[in-house]
């Protein structure tokens, strides 16, 4: 089903009216509101009106960019209270009935404001009220009423009857029309009518998908699934190890949809949209490639935006937000990495992109690929439970074997900045080999503290609860969750004595290391602060591809995602640090990242290694990774989820606030859940809290957080939009600030 459905027979509520005097637009307003605002037709505006068109209202003393969602009959009383919107904006919609509904079920499942929902379905410079942006040759198209109209309309006017009928299979440029022998006059008769509008004309574009690879038994069986289901909704995990061929299957099954005419609109975490992988679709497809990711400027976002929505992209590659960029017709939807966590949006409208994505799919009628090494706990039980269908890749293309996983006690061992003489040897003895190694460390900076050995100072932040982290190069103290930055104390703060030392390990004070025990050997430290843009990331990868031995030393960064694929061995310097988050997603993300970095490991043709140090070798997460696939790791994990009644099995959402003092936020939520709980009664519901979250001071805010737990998804959402509605009638102190997280991505 396109996304653009044209409303041959509008009904009253939804499509374009003759008599704009008798109307009322119910707009959502881009404002903090919860509530939809109503609005008479601009003054004197003779023009049929849409759903999905923008219009400039006023708001307060502002004037405001809204959209219509619905077109009303007028009663009586609206006239009294009623203001006129300022000006029509777009002829015809900018946001299609589908694209509308998807913005609706957003606002509505994660319980925000419908305004700021709806504005996600916009483009930079159509937020700001100004025209689309457009590329092509200047040409005409019918608007809804025109396409509308039933054959046999303007008989009387015969040029006037072939220009619609012609119009009514494609919009033309002028210079097809002047071709085909129509003339300007006539054009304008369907204008001056309010049928038809000028339009941007793109010439259709020439698509074609390119040769893929011969695929591989389980290749051809995923794809056969995948491909089966073209033109219908069904949710595919696609479950394979880092160089499995995941990515081939993409784009094999994207070239399928191509070939019916549709658009594929593909996903990646934040990091993994590289240059190299844009790269290997550009090389694949000979078709325009919209590309949306948060370091673009405006004007390219405008730009790539419009290639979408027009239908000139054949592939919309982007991040996170561009699961909301409108595209004329969805055929396929792909989530790389889908159990990432930058698919989660963690401030303003807290969405998962993924989630939503599988609505997108739902109402394009289209078929949804999940993929990664590590599907989500929620995944493994959709397809466990028959809901999604599941299609493994268990064997790399070329290489034979995967990784062998060695674990290394370091209890008691004497370490070199972290390093252990057994993880030290199996390095030296890979890059004899000619190979080349990467060492993984989540921690960025010198150390993560500095301490005074004297009194026991710590180095904290006065703005969070947390310590500054150490850096040397160039020396400071730093702050990872606020940004603060103070330069190194001589003496301690606290005791004046001289007695200061890091503390800790972190990326910094490895590489320093390492350069002195592997002196001719290349080394790349690949973190936050070394990495800037993301052609930093691109340099490195050329740089290290078909290169000599050396050693890679990087935090998350160099987790996802990239291919090295001369790297045999990958060290896990402190699997420790992640084992004790007291979030009850912990231990599915450590088991993930412990995965994911092992599959970082003897791509290609070579096999490798992977060493894990860790104080805690009994440790059943860290046990389970070395010894069992993920599908068994997976059992353990649903097991343990069962058993508390936590996500997939039960639904979670946390009301969060943000005040000037402990007591105040609490305080606030302890009356909100105080209302809500005289109200009525919740059965089904546990309410835990309010508490203060784990860092309870972040950036000079106080949080707190209030969490609702239950098995119905329905009955969570009603005592969830109930909340909010508390929330909303109270009156708030100033400095404070609430919101609503639903299906959160952690709880601490
Ligand atoms: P993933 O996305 O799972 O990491 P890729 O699709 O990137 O895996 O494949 C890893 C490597 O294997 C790539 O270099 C790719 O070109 C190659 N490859 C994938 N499928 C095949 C195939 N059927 N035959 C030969 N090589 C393949
Ligand atoms: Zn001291
Ligand atoms: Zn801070």
Known sequence: ????????????????????????LRCSVNAPMRRLLDYLPPKGAELPFFVGCRVQVPLGNRRVVAVITAIIPRSESDIEHLKHAENLLDASPLISDTQLELLRWTANYYQHPPGEAMILGLSPRERRGEPPASFGKPGLALNLRGLGLPPGALDRAPKQAALLALLQTAPRSYEELESLGISRATARQLLNKHLAERQDIVAAPNWSGGDGLEP??????????????????????????????????????????????KQALVLLPEIGLTPQMLQRFQTRFQAPIAVLHSGLSDGERDRHWHMARSGHAAIVLGTRSAVFVPMTSVGLIVIDEEHDVSYNQQDGLRYSARDVAVKRAQLAQCPIVLGSATPSLES???????????????????????????????????????????????????????????????????APSLICQTCGW???????????????????????????????????PECGGNNLAAAGLGTEQTEQALQRLFSTTPIHRVDSDTMGGRSSMQTLIEQVEDAEPCILLGTQLLTKGHHFPRVTCVGVIDADAQ???????????????????????????????VI???????????????ESPWSVICDQLLQQRQSQGLPPYGHLAVMRCDSRSID?????????????????????????????????????????QLLLAGSSRQELHQAAAQLVACATSKKQPAGLRWFMDIDPADTV
């Open 1 to 24: 089903m396109p996304e653009n459905p044209i409303n041959t027979d509008p009904p009253s509520d939804q499509g374009g009216s003759e008599d704009s005097h008798s109307l009322v």
């Open 216 to 261: 591989s038994t389980e290749q051809a069986e995923a794809l056969q699934g995948i491909c089966d289901s073209l033109g219908s909704f069904h949710c595919h995990v696609l479950e394979g190890i880092t160089g499995s061929g995941k990515t081939e299957v993409y784009l094999q099954a994207i070239a399928k949809a191509m070939a019916t005419g």
């Open 380 to 446: 493994v039980a959709n397809f466990r439970s028959g809901r999604y269908r599941w299609h493994p890749l268990t064997s790399r293309p070329g290489a034979a074997t995967s990784p062998k996983k060695i674990l290394i006690d370091i209890r008691g061992l004497q370490l070199d900045a972290g390093l252990s003489e057994q993880l030290l040897s199996a390095m030296s003895a890979t890059l004899d080999r000619g190979e080349q190694v990467l060492l993984f460390l989540n921690r960025r900076g010198f």
């Open 458 to 492: 710590v180095s904290g932040c006065h703005h969070c609860d947390a310590r500054l982290t150490l850096h040397r190069s160039p020396p400071r103290l730093c702050c990872h969750h606020c940004g603060e930055q103070q330069s190194l104390p001589r003496q301690c």
């Open 579 to 609: 084992l004790f988050n007291p979030d009850f997603r912990g231990e599915e993300r450590l088991a993930q990242l412990l995965t994911q970095v092992g599959g970082r490991s003897g791509r290609a043709t070579r096999s490798g290694e």
């Open 612 to 626: 894990i140090q860790t104080r805690h070798p009994d440790h059943p997460v860290v046990r389970a990774v070395l």
């Open 664 to 704: 105040q936020g609490l305080g606030f939520l302890e009356g909100c859940l105080t209302t809500l709980v005289s109200e009525r009664t919740f059965n089904g519901i546990r309410f835990v809290g309010p508490l203060p979250a784990a860092m309870a001071r972040r950036a000079g805010l106080y949080r707190s």
